[in-house]
Protein backbone atom coordinates (compact mmCIF):
# COMPACT_ATOMS: atom_id res chain seq x y z
CA UNK A 1 0.00 0.00 0.00
CA UNK A 2 1.42 3.23 -1.18
CA UNK A 3 0.45 6.43 0.71
CA UNK A 4 0.12 9.45 -0.83
CA UNK A 5 1.39 12.85 0.79
CA UNK A 6 1.82 16.50 0.31
CA UNK A 7 3.41 19.34 2.14
CA UNK A 8 0.52 20.87 2.76
CA UNK A 9 -0.21 21.40 6.77
CA UNK A 10 -3.85 19.45 6.40
CA UNK A 11 -3.68 15.73 5.91
CA UNK A 12 -4.84 13.35 3.26
CA UNK A 13 -6.27 10.00 4.02
CA UNK A 14 -3.81 6.63 2.88
CA UNK A 15 -6.15 5.55 0.48
CA UNK A 16 -5.58 2.43 -2.40
CA UNK A 17 -3.23 3.74 -5.29
CA UNK A 18 -3.67 0.61 -7.72
CA UNK A 19 -6.36 0.57 -10.07
CA UNK A 20 -9.83 -1.62 -10.12
CA UNK A 21 -9.89 -4.45 -12.41
CA UNK A 22 -12.87 -4.29 -15.77
CA UNK A 23 -14.58 -6.74 -13.50
CA UNK A 24 -14.99 -4.67 -10.91
CA UNK A 25 -16.34 -1.62 -12.83
CA UNK A 26 -17.79 -3.51 -15.18
CA UNK A 27 -15.89 -1.80 -18.15
CA UNK A 28 -11.93 -1.46 -19.57
CA UNK A 29 -9.48 1.07 -18.58
CA UNK A 30 -8.42 2.72 -15.85
CA UNK A 31 -9.50 5.04 -13.18
CA UNK A 32 -7.83 7.36 -11.19
CA UNK A 33 -7.44 6.57 -7.11
CA UNK A 34 -9.36 8.15 -5.08
CA UNK A 35 -7.14 9.91 -2.63
CA UNK A 36 -5.05 10.86 -5.95
CA UNK A 37 -7.87 12.66 -6.91
CA UNK A 38 -8.53 14.37 -3.24
CA UNK A 39 -4.63 15.36 -3.49
CA UNK A 40 -5.17 17.04 -6.74
CA UNK A 41 -8.43 18.46 -6.03
CA UNK A 42 -6.80 19.74 -2.56
CA UNK A 43 -4.22 21.38 -4.56
CA UNK A 44 -5.46 23.39 -6.88
CA UNK A 45 -8.27 24.85 -4.08
CA UNK A 46 -5.18 26.03 -1.73
CA UNK A 47 -3.49 27.69 -5.17
CA UNK A 48 -6.55 29.49 -6.21
CA UNK A 49 -6.86 30.85 -2.44
CA UNK A 50 -3.20 32.07 -2.35
CA UNK A 51 -3.72 33.57 -5.64
CA UNK A 52 -7.03 35.45 -4.34
CA UNK A 53 -5.15 36.38 -1.38
CA UNK A 54 -2.38 37.68 -3.36
CA UNK A 55 -4.44 39.65 -5.60
CA UNK A 56 -6.38 41.52 -2.27
CA UNK A 57 -3.54 42.07 -0.61
CA UNK A 58 -1.78 43.92 -3.85
CA UNK A 59 -5.20 45.85 -4.48
CA UNK A 60 -5.38 46.90 -0.35
CA UNK A 61 -1.53 47.96 -0.71
CA UNK A 62 -2.61 49.63 -4.09
CA UNK A 63 -5.66 51.30 -2.43
CA UNK A 64 -3.61 52.80 0.35
CA UNK A 65 -0.89 54.18 -1.47
CA UNK A 66 -3.73 55.78 -3.58
CA UNK A 67 -5.57 57.05 0.14
CA UNK A 68 -2.22 58.64 0.59
CA UNK A 69 -1.84 60.36 -2.29
CA UNK A 70 -5.00 61.57 -2.07
CA UNK A 71 -4.31 63.14 1.40
CA UNK A 72 -2.11 65.48 -0.59
CA UNK A 73 -4.39 66.40 -3.11
CA UNK A 74 -5.74 69.36 -1.64
CA UNK A 75 -2.45 70.48 -0.17
CA UNK A 76 -0.64 70.36 -3.32
CA UNK A 77 -3.54 72.37 -5.02
CA UNK A 78 -3.64 74.78 -2.92
CA UNK A 79 -0.13 75.20 -2.90
CA UNK A 80 -0.41 75.90 -6.83
CA UNK A 81 -3.08 78.83 -5.90
CA UNK A 82 -0.87 80.46 -3.63
CA UNK A 83 1.91 80.26 -6.12
CA UNK A 84 -0.47 81.81 -8.38
CA UNK A 85 -1.65 84.35 -6.18
CA UNK A 86 1.44 85.25 -5.37
CA UNK A 87 3.05 85.93 -8.66
CA UNK A 88 -0.25 87.69 -9.30
CA UNK A 89 -0.80 90.17 -6.65
CA UNK A 90 1.70 90.81 -3.97
CA UNK A 91 2.54 94.34 -5.61
CA UNK A 92 -1.45 95.15 -4.76
CA UNK A 93 -0.75 93.80 -1.03
CA UNK A 94 2.58 95.94 -0.45
CA UNK A 95 0.19 99.16 -1.94
CA UNK A 96 -3.37 98.79 0.37
CA UNK A 97 -1.07 97.61 3.41
CA UNK A 98 0.57 101.04 3.26
CA UNK A 99 -2.38 102.90 3.02
CA UNK A 100 -3.88 101.11 5.77
CA UNK A 101 -1.24 101.62 8.34
CA UNK A 102 0.30 104.99 7.32
CA UNK A 103 -0.89 108.18 8.88
CA UNK A 104 -3.73 110.01 7.30
CA UNK A 105 -3.06 111.97 4.62
CA UNK A 106 0.65 110.62 4.09
CA UNK A 107 -0.62 109.19 0.33
CA UNK A 108 -3.15 111.16 -1.94
CA UNK A 109 -4.24 107.56 -3.47
CA UNK A 110 -3.07 103.91 -4.75
CA UNK A 111 -1.30 104.94 -7.72
CA UNK A 112 0.58 108.33 -5.70
CA UNK A 113 1.59 105.54 -3.15
CA UNK A 114 2.65 102.93 -6.13
CA UNK A 115 4.63 105.54 -7.79
CA UNK A 116 6.75 107.16 -4.60
CA UNK A 117 7.52 103.53 -3.53
CA UNK A 118 8.71 102.71 -6.87
CA UNK A 119 10.38 105.99 -7.33
CA UNK A 120 12.28 105.90 -3.69
CA UNK A 121 12.62 102.21 -3.15
CA UNK A 122 12.67 100.73 -6.29
CA UNK A 123 10.20 98.14 -7.97
CA UNK A 124 11.69 95.25 -5.70
CA UNK A 125 9.90 96.80 -2.73
CA UNK A 126 6.50 95.93 -4.29
CA UNK A 127 7.72 92.53 -3.28
CA UNK A 128 9.06 92.88 0.10
CA UNK A 129 7.38 90.06 2.22
CA UNK A 130 6.97 87.81 -0.30
CA UNK A 131 8.98 85.06 1.31
CA UNK A 132 6.32 85.11 4.06
CA UNK A 133 3.30 85.07 2.01
CA UNK A 134 -0.01 83.73 1.22
CA UNK A 135 1.65 80.11 -1.16
CA UNK A 136 1.91 77.73 2.46
CA UNK A 137 -1.33 79.67 4.24
CA UNK A 138 -3.29 78.70 0.87
CA UNK A 139 -2.50 75.22 0.77
CA UNK A 140 -3.64 74.65 4.57
CA UNK A 141 -6.71 76.59 3.83
CA UNK A 142 -7.60 74.72 0.89
CA UNK A 143 -6.68 71.52 2.47
CA UNK A 144 -8.72 71.80 5.49
CA UNK A 145 -11.81 73.33 3.24
CA UNK A 146 -11.19 70.08 0.47
CA UNK A 147 -11.23 66.61 1.86
CA UNK A 148 -10.56 63.26 -1.10
CA UNK A 149 -9.68 60.45 1.94
CA UNK A 150 -12.87 59.40 3.32
CA UNK A 151 -11.32 56.78 5.43
CA UNK A 152 -10.71 59.34 7.82
CA UNK A 153 -13.58 62.09 9.01
CA UNK A 154 -11.63 63.35 12.00
CA UNK A 155 -8.66 65.48 10.37
CA UNK A 156 -9.94 69.17 10.23
CA UNK A 157 -10.71 68.72 6.32
CA UNK A 158 -14.17 69.92 7.29
CA UNK A 159 -15.59 69.96 3.41
CA UNK A 160 -16.40 65.91 3.45
CA UNK A 161 -17.14 65.73 7.04
CA UNK A 162 -20.08 67.98 7.42
CA UNK A 163 -21.20 66.67 3.93
CA UNK A 164 -21.27 63.49 6.10
CA UNK A 165 -23.12 65.00 8.97
CA UNK A 166 -25.58 66.41 6.62
CA UNK A 167 -25.85 63.03 4.76
CA UNK A 168 -27.35 61.11 7.81
CA UNK A 169 -23.75 59.42 8.77
CA UNK A 170 -23.95 60.16 12.21
CA UNK A 171 -26.90 57.71 12.68
CA UNK A 172 -25.50 55.25 10.47
CA UNK A 173 -24.93 56.00 6.96
CA UNK A 174 -21.35 55.77 5.96
CA UNK A 175 -20.00 56.06 2.53
CA UNK A 176 -17.46 53.40 1.66
CA UNK A 177 -14.80 55.06 -0.33
CA UNK A 178 -16.29 54.01 -3.54
CA UNK A 179 -20.31 56.14 -3.99
CA UNK A 180 -21.84 53.16 -2.22
CA UNK A 181 -23.79 53.33 0.86
CA UNK A 182 -23.70 50.42 3.03
CA UNK A 183 -26.81 48.86 1.79
CA UNK A 184 -24.49 49.22 -1.85
CA UNK A 185 -26.88 52.06 -3.24
CA UNK A 186 -25.33 55.01 -5.36
CA UNK A 187 -25.55 57.51 -2.86
CA UNK A 188 -23.20 60.58 -3.48
CA UNK A 189 -22.17 63.17 -0.78
CA UNK A 190 -23.82 66.40 -1.30
CA UNK A 191 -22.97 69.45 0.61
CA UNK A 192 -25.58 72.16 0.77
CA UNK A 193 -24.75 75.95 1.06
CA UNK A 194 -25.05 76.72 4.82
CA UNK A 195 -22.00 73.60 4.26
CA UNK A 196 -20.00 75.04 2.08
CA UNK A 197 -20.33 78.39 4.60
CA UNK A 198 -19.52 76.26 7.40
CA UNK A 199 -16.74 74.62 5.87
CA UNK A 200 -14.95 77.76 4.45
CA UNK A 201 -15.01 79.43 8.13
CA UNK A 202 -13.73 76.94 9.78
CA UNK A 203 -10.77 76.30 7.16
CA UNK A 204 -10.11 79.72 7.78
CA UNK A 205 -10.31 80.05 11.39
CA UNK A 206 -8.09 76.80 11.39
CA UNK A 207 -5.31 78.64 8.87
CA UNK A 208 -4.90 81.69 11.38
CA UNK A 209 -2.74 79.67 13.30
CA UNK A 210 -0.08 79.79 10.44
CA UNK A 211 -1.41 83.00 8.92
CA UNK A 212 -1.01 85.05 12.01
CA UNK A 213 2.81 85.01 12.23
CA UNK A 214 3.65 85.01 8.70
CA UNK A 215 1.16 88.00 7.90
CA UNK A 216 2.80 89.50 10.74
CA UNK A 217 6.17 89.40 9.27
CA UNK A 218 4.59 90.52 6.23
CA UNK A 219 2.87 93.45 7.26
CA UNK A 220 6.24 94.97 9.40
CA UNK A 221 8.68 94.09 6.38
CA UNK A 222 6.01 96.39 3.67
CA UNK A 223 6.07 98.99 6.03
CA UNK A 224 9.81 99.09 6.06
CA UNK A 225 10.12 102.41 3.63
CA UNK A 226 12.89 105.18 3.74
CA UNK A 227 15.67 105.44 5.69
CA UNK A 228 17.70 102.93 8.36
CA UNK A 229 16.05 99.70 7.93
CA UNK A 230 14.37 98.06 11.28
CA UNK A 231 14.54 94.21 9.74
CA UNK A 232 16.87 92.72 7.20
CA UNK A 233 14.56 90.15 6.22
CA UNK A 234 11.87 87.80 7.88
CA UNK A 235 14.38 86.29 10.21
CA UNK A 236 15.88 89.27 11.61
CA UNK A 237 11.93 90.22 11.97
CA UNK A 238 10.89 86.89 13.92
CA UNK A 239 14.18 87.34 16.22
CA UNK A 240 13.37 91.14 16.78
CA UNK A 241 9.83 90.11 17.82
CA UNK A 242 11.01 86.94 20.11
CA UNK A 243 13.11 89.26 21.79
CA UNK A 244 10.77 91.99 22.87
CA UNK A 245 7.39 90.16 23.06
CA UNK A 246 8.98 86.32 23.54
CA UNK A 247 7.63 83.64 21.13
CA UNK A 248 4.07 84.65 21.53
CA UNK A 249 4.74 88.04 20.08
CA UNK A 250 4.72 86.45 17.03
CA UNK A 251 1.33 85.77 16.99
CA UNK A 252 -0.20 89.27 18.07
CA UNK A 253 -3.00 89.97 16.22
CA UNK A 254 -4.59 86.46 15.95
CA UNK A 255 -7.74 88.04 17.41
CA UNK A 256 -8.30 90.55 14.23
CA UNK A 257 -6.64 87.43 12.27
CA UNK A 258 -9.37 84.90 13.16
CA UNK A 259 -12.03 87.63 12.61
CA UNK A 260 -11.01 88.91 8.93
CA UNK A 261 -10.10 84.81 7.64
CA UNK A 262 -13.87 83.45 9.11
CA UNK A 263 -14.92 85.82 6.27
CA UNK A 264 -13.62 82.48 3.87
CA UNK A 265 -17.06 81.27 4.76
CA UNK A 266 -18.78 84.11 2.75
CA UNK A 267 -16.17 83.38 -0.22
CA UNK A 268 -16.62 79.74 -0.74
CA UNK A 269 -20.49 80.10 -0.16
CA UNK A 270 -20.10 82.81 -3.07
CA UNK A 271 -18.25 80.84 -4.89
CA UNK A 272 -20.60 77.62 -4.99
CA UNK A 273 -23.57 80.21 -5.42
CA UNK A 274 -22.22 81.63 -9.03
CA UNK A 275 -20.85 77.71 -9.90
CA UNK A 276 -24.68 76.97 -9.47
CA UNK A 277 -25.95 79.89 -11.13
CA UNK A 278 -23.75 78.98 -14.43
CA UNK A 279 -24.43 75.51 -14.41
CA UNK A 280 -28.01 76.48 -14.07
CA UNK A 281 -28.62 79.40 -16.51
CA UNK A 282 -25.56 78.88 -18.76
CA UNK A 283 -24.91 74.93 -18.63
CA UNK A 284 -22.64 74.67 -21.95
CA UNK A 285 -19.92 77.04 -20.53
CA UNK A 286 -16.37 76.08 -20.33
CA UNK A 287 -15.53 74.91 -16.47
CA UNK A 288 -12.57 76.63 -17.03
CA UNK A 289 -13.81 80.01 -17.51
CA UNK A 290 -16.65 79.07 -14.86
CA UNK A 291 -14.38 78.65 -12.19
CA UNK A 292 -12.26 81.74 -13.40
CA UNK A 293 -15.46 84.09 -13.14
CA UNK A 294 -16.78 82.41 -10.18
CA UNK A 295 -13.51 83.15 -8.25
CA UNK A 296 -13.36 86.48 -8.79
CA UNK A 297 -16.74 87.40 -8.46
CA UNK A 298 -16.25 85.21 -5.03
CA UNK A 299 -13.36 87.06 -3.92
CA UNK A 300 -15.35 90.23 -4.27
CA UNK A 301 -17.03 89.26 -2.21
CA UNK A 302 -14.80 88.55 0.39
CA UNK A 303 -13.03 91.51 0.62
CA UNK A 304 -16.44 93.96 0.71
CA UNK A 305 -17.50 92.00 3.78
CA UNK A 306 -13.72 91.14 5.03
CA UNK A 307 -11.51 94.51 4.65
CA UNK A 308 -11.97 96.28 7.81
CA UNK A 309 -10.94 93.13 9.68
CA UNK A 310 -8.17 93.16 7.84
CA UNK A 311 -7.21 96.71 7.99
CA UNK A 312 -7.23 96.90 11.86
CA UNK A 313 -5.49 93.55 11.63
CA UNK A 314 -2.77 95.53 9.79
CA UNK A 315 -2.39 98.31 11.43
CA UNK A 316 -2.80 96.32 14.98
CA UNK A 317 0.36 93.98 13.37
CA UNK A 318 2.49 97.39 12.67
CA UNK A 319 2.36 98.85 15.64
CA UNK A 320 5.29 99.67 17.55
CA UNK A 321 7.34 96.99 19.33
CA UNK A 322 8.75 99.11 22.04
CA UNK A 323 6.08 101.55 22.47
CA UNK A 324 2.58 100.01 20.91
CA UNK A 325 -0.74 102.35 20.96
CA UNK A 326 -3.12 99.55 20.89
CA UNK A 327 -3.77 96.97 23.39
CA UNK A 328 -6.09 94.58 21.54
CA UNK A 329 -7.70 95.03 18.39
CA UNK A 330 -10.93 96.37 19.80
CA UNK A 331 -8.86 99.66 21.30
CA UNK A 332 -7.56 99.68 17.61
CA UNK A 333 -10.86 99.45 16.04
CA UNK A 334 -12.24 102.34 17.95
CA UNK A 335 -9.26 104.73 17.20
CA UNK A 336 -9.65 104.16 13.67
CA UNK A 337 -13.31 105.00 13.96
CA UNK A 338 -12.29 108.06 15.75
CA UNK A 339 -9.81 109.22 12.91
CA UNK A 340 -12.43 109.16 10.18
CA UNK A 341 -15.18 106.93 10.48
CA UNK A 342 -16.41 104.19 8.50
CA UNK A 343 -14.12 105.49 5.81
CA UNK A 344 -11.21 104.73 8.00
CA UNK A 345 -11.45 100.84 7.71
CA UNK A 346 -11.81 101.59 3.92
CA UNK A 347 -8.17 103.17 3.29
CA UNK A 348 -6.78 100.84 0.77
CA UNK A 349 -9.73 98.95 -0.51
CA UNK A 350 -9.15 100.13 -3.91
CA UNK A 351 -5.64 98.42 -4.61
CA UNK A 352 -7.11 95.16 -2.62
CA UNK A 353 -10.55 95.39 -4.92
CA UNK A 354 -8.36 95.33 -7.82
CA UNK A 355 -5.99 92.46 -7.08
CA UNK A 356 -9.01 90.76 -5.92
CA UNK A 357 -10.11 89.30 -8.99
CA UNK A 358 -7.66 88.69 -11.06
CA UNK A 359 -5.29 87.11 -8.51
CA UNK A 360 -8.39 85.02 -6.61
CA UNK A 361 -9.93 83.81 -10.19
CA UNK A 362 -6.90 82.67 -11.48
CA UNK A 363 -5.97 81.25 -7.64
CA UNK A 364 -9.71 79.27 -7.56
CA UNK A 365 -9.16 78.30 -11.53
CA UNK A 366 -5.98 76.77 -10.52
CA UNK A 367 -7.02 74.96 -7.70
CA UNK A 368 -10.05 73.89 -9.87
CA UNK A 369 -7.77 72.67 -12.33
CA UNK A 370 -5.12 70.71 -10.52
CA UNK A 371 -7.76 68.89 -8.25
CA UNK A 372 -9.63 67.54 -11.71
CA UNK A 373 -6.00 66.83 -13.37
CA UNK A 374 -5.87 64.45 -10.02
CA UNK A 375 -9.28 62.79 -10.25
CA UNK A 376 -10.39 64.52 -6.81
CA UNK A 377 -14.05 64.13 -5.52
CA UNK A 378 -16.47 67.23 -5.91
CA UNK A 379 -19.01 67.62 -3.80
Known sequence: ??????????????????????????????????????????????????????????????????????????????????????????????IKVRLQ???????????????????????????????????????????????????????????IFIARIESGWPSGWRDDGSGKDKAGEANALKLSLPGHFISGLLAGQTVCFIACPTEHLKARLQMQMTGPKLYSGPIDCAKKIVAVKGWPGLWHGFGA?????????TMFLSYELIQRAFKRYKPDMNPGTANFLSGGLASNAFWVSSFPFDAVKNRLMTDSLTNPKYKSWMMCARAMWAEGGARAFYHGFTPAILRAFPTNASALLVWESVMRVMGAEKI
Open 101 to 159: CSPRGAYAGPWDCLKRTVQSEGPRALYKGLFTSSSFRDSTTFAAFWQANQADPSRPQYR
Open 1 to 94: MSTSTTSDPLPVPALPSHHASPVETGFAGSVPGIGEYQHGELERRLRNEHELAAVVGRQAESHKQEESAIDLRGFAAGTASGLTKLVVGHPFDV
Open 257 to 265: TLLFRSHMG
